[in-house]
């Protein structure tokens, strides 16, 4: 053990050549990364960043590439080190602009598909209503003017009062 940690102390104040351009050259390819990483584009709301396609809030961490209402991606910013050219730019905002619009296009679809079908529901909620109410006038109708429901109370009474009054009798005679 304590050879091990003197071999390693030894070793710390004279590392070879090799080490040190592996160490280099580990730092400059994690710089490169770094620098030629897309960064996360946004816009600001109050000073909230937004999604640019849907405009909600968008959270700026790193581990969140993506609008997490839209689902848009949100890493098409230049890198720190941009090579691209001026052209390369403008076509990427004209492609990013062109998602926004079919985005939009495919938003206000999906919202009057949605009007439509709620206003054929509606129509057919009205017509199952006024068919109900139909049904229940021309029941009433035919009971000469009374619904089920009262013609059973009228039933229930005219078995009732009777059974309650044998019974009253019944008691007051029994003792
Ligand atoms: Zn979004």
């Known amino acids: ?50 999604c640019p396609q849907c405009g909600r809030q968008i959270s700026l961490k790193a581990s969140r590439p993506n609008c997490r209402a839209c689902g848009a991606s949100l890493m098409t910013g230049r890198p720190l080190l941009d090579l691209t050219s001026k052209s390369e730019v403008a076509d990427s905002q004209a492609r990013q602009r062109t ?35 139909e049904r229940r006038k021309g029941k009433i109708e035919e009971n000469g003017g009374y619904s089920d429901l009262q013609l059973y109370g009228v039933g229930a009474l005219v078995v009732l009062v009777p059974v309650a009054l044998t019974a009253g009798l019944y008691l007051l005679f029994a003792r």
């Open 1 to 50: 053990m304590v050879d091990f940690i003197l071999f390693a102390a030894r070793h710390k104040q004279d590392p070879s050549g090799i080490e040190a351009v592996l160490t280099l050259l580990g730092i400059a390819v994690v710089l490169l990364i770094y620098l030629f990483q897309p960064s996360k584009q946004f816009i600001r709301k109050n000073g909230v960043p937004c």
């Open 99 to 133: 998602a926004r619009e079919e985005w939009l296009r495919k938003q206000a679809q999906e919202t009057e598909e949605a009007r439509r079908r709620r206003v054929v529901e509606d129509a057919f909620r009205e017509e199952v209503r006024l068919a109900k109410a």
